[in-house]
C-alpha cells in the first residue's frame, strides 16, 4: 500500500504542475484575496456541524482568567468564526497572516458585540513579536496549525506570550490512522489539496507537536468530526503553560 501511495502522489503531483509554476512566478497570492471570501462561507458550515464540539471546548476558557478581562489571543483568526464562543467581555487580540480577512472580520466583530477587541496583527503564528511577553490568559489556535509553516515555532510562541497557568485552545484536523484508506488518501490528494486550501496539510500529525512542546498539562482527544473524509480525523483540547 506504502508503494501504490507513493505512485498515486507523484501522479498527482504531475498534475500539479501548473499549480506549482504558478506558485513558483509569484501568482499564486491572487488567490490569497479570494480565500477569506471562501473560508468565510466555508466557515459558517463548519461552526454549524460543529457547534456543540465548539462549544464544550471553550466552556472552560472563564477558568484562565487571571484578573479583570479575561484576554485571548487568537492565532489565524480568518473571518472570526470562533467569536460567537468567547465569554462575555472578553478582550480578543485577532491576527492573521492574510490582510484580506479585515473586511470578514469587522463583520463577525460587529455581530459579536459581547466581545472588546483590542487590534488585529497581520502576523504569522510564528512570528508574534509585537504582542509582549506573558500578557495573555489564553491563546486560541482552531484549524491554523495545519498551514502554519513551523508548528514548533507557532507553539513557542504561544507559550512565551501566555502568562503562567495560562492556556492554548487547540481544535485541528490531523492524520489518519496509517491503515485506513484515509489516510491514504490524504497523502496522494496532498498536493493539490496544498493549493485550494492556502497551504493547508491534511497529514500533518500534530498531536505530537503538542505532547513534546512543554506544557505543564495537556488535556486532548481525538474524535471523528463528522465532515468530509479528509479532514474527518480531529484532535481537540487545551494545554496549560
Known amino acids: ?13 504531475v498534475l500539479c504542475l501548473p499549480l506549482h509554476l504558478i506558485e513558483a512566478v509569484g501568482l499564486y497570492g491572487v488567490y490569497k ?15 454549524k456541524i460543529m457547534y456543540n464540539t465548539k462549544k464544550e471546548l471553550f466552556l472552560s476558557l472563564p477558568e484562565f482568567k487571571a484578573d479583570g478581562l479575561l484576554t485571548i489571543l487568537e492565532i489565524g483568526c480568518g473571518s472570526g468564526a470562533n467569536f ?16 484580506h480577512f479585515h473586511k ?24 508574534l513579536g509585537s504582542v509582549e511577553d506573558e ?32 492556556a492554548l485552545y487547540f481544535m485541528e484536523h490531523v492524520a ?29 500529525e500534530t498531536w505530537k507537536h503538542l505532547e513534546a512542546a512543554g506544557f505543564s498539562e495537556l488535556k486532548q482527544r481525538h474524535i471523528e468530526a463528522p465532515l468530509i ?3 474527518k480525523p480531529h484532535i481537540i483540547g487545551y494545554a496549560v503553560k
Open 1 to 13: 500500500m506504502a508503494f501504490l501511495m507513493r505512485l498515486c502522489t507523484l501522479v498527482v503531483n
Open 33 to 47: 484575496r479570494i480565500f477569506p471570501f471562501c473560508m468565510d462561507r466555508v466557515s459558517v458550515n463548519y461552526n
Open 84 to 99: 460567537e464562543f468567547y465569554p462575555p467581555g472578553s478582550k480578543v487580540i485577532c491576527t492573521d497572516p492574510n490582510p
Open 104 to 127: 470578514y472580520l469587522k463583520k463577525s466583530m460587529t455581530q459579536n458585540d459581547h466581545l472588546t477587541y483590542e487590534r488585529f496583527l497581520v502576523a504569522s503564528g510564528e512570528d
Open 135 to 166: 500578557s495573555v490568559d489564553a491563546v486560541v489556535c482552531t484549524l491554523v496549525l495545519c498551514s502554519v509553516k513551523s508548528i514548533q515555532q507557532t507553539l513557542r510562541e504561544a507559550l512565551r506570550i501566555l502568562r503562567p497557568g495560562g
Open 176 to 204: 489518519a490512522e496509517p491503515s485506513s484508506w484515509t489516510y491514504f488518501f490524504q497523502h496522494v490528494l496532498q498536493p493539490i489539496w496544498y493549493y485550494f486550501g492556502d497551504g493547508c496539510e491534511v497529514s500533518r
Open 229 to 231: 473524509f479528509m479532514i
